[in-house]
C-alpha cells in the first residue's frame, strides 16, 4: 500500500474516531458527568498546583475511566441491537459492562483522594 493511501485510511480513521467522540459527549448522560468531574478536576488541579506525576495520574484515570464508559455505551447498543427484548444473558452482558465501568471509577475516587487529602490537610492546618 502506498504511503498516501496509508496515511490518508489512518486520517479518516482519526476522523470516525473524532466523531464518535463527540457524538459521545452530546449523547451520553454518563459520559457528560464524567467529563463536568475532570473539568472541575483539572480546577483543582490548577488550584493546589499538584506535581507533574500527579497530572499524569490525574489524567489517565480521567481518560481510562471515560474512555471504558464509551466502550460501556457500545456494549449496550450492541446488546439492544442483536436482542432488543428482555434477556436474561443480555442483563447479565450489560451488568458485566456497567461492573467494569465501577471498577475504575472506584479506582479513580481513590487516586483523586491520595492525590488531594495532603492538599486538603495543608490547605486546613496552614
Ligand atoms: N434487554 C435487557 N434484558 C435484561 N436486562 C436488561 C436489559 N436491558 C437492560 N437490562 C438491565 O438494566 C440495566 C441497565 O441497562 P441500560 O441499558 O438501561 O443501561 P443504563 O445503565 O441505564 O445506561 P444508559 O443510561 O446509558 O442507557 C442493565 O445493567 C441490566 O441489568
Redesign the pocket.
Known amino acids: 500500500m502506498a504511503l498516501g493511501t496509508f496515511l490518508h485510511k489512518r486520517l479518516k480513521g482519526c476522523g470516525y474516531a473524532f466523531k464518535g467522540a463527540v457524538t459521545l459527549l452530546k449523547t451520553?448522560?454518563?459520559i457528560q458527568v464524567q467529563a463536568f468531574i475532570a473539568v472541575v478536576m483539572t480546577i483543582a488541579g490548577f488550584y493546589f498546583n499538584i506535581t507533574a506525576t500527579e497530572w499524569m495520574i490525574q489524567i489517565i484515570a480521567i481518560g481510562l475511566i471515560m474512555s471504558l464508559e464509551g466502550m460501556n455505551?457500545a456494549v449496550?447498543a450492541i446488546?439492544?441491537f442483536i436482542?432488543p427484548?428482555?434477556?436474561?444473558k443480555?442483563?447479565h452482558i450489560?451488568?458485566i459492562a456497567?461492573g467494569a465501568v465501577f471498577i475504575t471509577a472506584i479506582t479513580a475516587v481513590v487516586i483523586g483522594l491520595i492525590i488531594y487529602i495532603p492538599y486538603f490537610k495543608e490547605l486546613i492546618f496552614s
Open positions: 451520553e448522560a454518563s455505551t449496550e446488546a439492544d436482542h427484548d428482555f434477556h436474561v443480555i442483563g450489560k451488568d456497567a
